[in-house]
């Protein structure tokens, strides 16, 4: 069924056998349009600085290279998903005739970006070009009061350099549900945020007291589990908020591309054009910005990407563990919506601490952030590797091999 020209089809034992078929293979409903080149080809110091200001981080490790060249790094690195602007396609090719079976695999469903977990290995700095690959690695099908019948589908990414130097491996999880017209039943008496002059006056001091530990180096023996770390505001989240994260990593996945681009892109990725108010197509992306479209999927209001909370919780960890120290693990889950509007309060704890006889001096943080509702929409825990008093700065994590999933 088509309202709009907005695909509507049905969960079935058929499309989810079709899903599962592509286990190895690129997930037909995650991929690029009419440009399949990342928004950064290759790292460059500005492209770090652009980002880590989008995100809204201003630390002079990522913006300043006279700053960072004082650090241990000696010089100007990415903050942590800085790689979802990267990788050049080198996704697996399956075989023709699978292709053509199995392209419509959950077509005309609703997906929603619910988390991941990335492990890296180095650091990406000016001059890093990458590769990257996207396979599907597990379907698996759930039943929930939001959504009814639903699929989720984890899907496993990597990116490597030239030299075959694994940056990032990792997961992404997807959760497919239909397209229902209305908010579910959930959702239905759902209030848009609105804040006191007061609730303002208390955001705002969260931020006038944001901790940043910089150049203060983080020792492993000055930790201790169960410690409570700084609270971190995010929010009001704004449209604009979302903007200036697609200016700083691009559309991501299909494009939103203007235009002749635009109509390109169409020609390419039919299902994820609809029409508008005023009869034009243009991307279901905006899902994110249109209200009446985020109803027509059944959500009461326009809502984030996965990627603003991911970045979030990268933003919280950096600006805890320092100069020095070396994000090795993030995990996070995005539980309930993330609403224009909405404020997010994150808090974390260390939940480990010790030299591991792998990694080396370590702790383990365990994040979530809280929203003006008092309802949890992150979940998030991370692997830090941390100097040692007696063992000196972090040492990179030994990489995995590059993955078998890719052309």
Known sequence: ??????????????????????I????????????????????????????????????????????????????????PAFEKSMGLARNPVMPEADEAETRKALRGIQLYHSGGENFYYRPIVEGTRLYRSRWVRKVEEKSSEFAGRSVIVSNGLQLWDDDDR??????????????????????????????????????????????????????????????????????????????????????????????????????????????????????????????ELADKVGIPMMYDIGPVRQMHVSNYLTNYAGDDAFIHRVRFEFRNFNYVGDVTWIDGEITDARDDSKLGPMIEIAMTGTNQRGKENIRAEATVLVASRTKGMPVLPDAPQVTRHRS
Request: a negative charge; glycine letters at 8%; hydrophobic letters at 35%.
């Open 166 to 291: 694994v940056f990032v491996d990792g997961t992404d999880w997807f959760v497919h549900t239909e397209r229902k017209s209305g908010s579910r039943k959930k959702t239905a008496d759902l209030e848009p945020a609105w804040y006191s002059d007061a609730d303002l006056e208390e955001i705002e001091a969260a931020y006038d007291n944001e901790y940043r530990r910089g150049g203060d180096t983080l020792y492993l023996e000055d930790v201790a589990v169960g410690q409570k770390l700084p609270r971190m505001v995010k929010g009001p989240f704004t449209i604009t908020d979302l903007f200036n994260l697609h200016m700083a990593a691009g559309w991501l996945l299909y494009g939103g591309w203007p235009n002749r681009l635009a109509y390109e892109n169409r020609k390419k990725l039919r299902g994820f054009y609809s029409r508008d108010a005023h009869n034009a197509w243009d991307t279901i992306q905006r899902v994110h910005w249109d209200k």
């Open 24 to 79: 190895g293979f690129t997930n037909p409903t995650i991929r690029t349009g009419c440009i399949d080149d990342p928004w950064n080809i290759v790292a460059t110091d500005d492209a770090i600085r652009r980002f880590a200001l989008c995100i809204g981080d201003d630390n002079p490790v990522f913006t300043d290279p006279d700053y960072a060249a004082r650090t241990h790094w000696g010089r100007m690195i990415a903050p």
């Open 1 to 22: 069924m088509k309202d709009d020209g907005l695909i509507r089809n049905q969960i079935t034992d058929e499309t989810v056998t079709l899903m599962r078929r592509r």
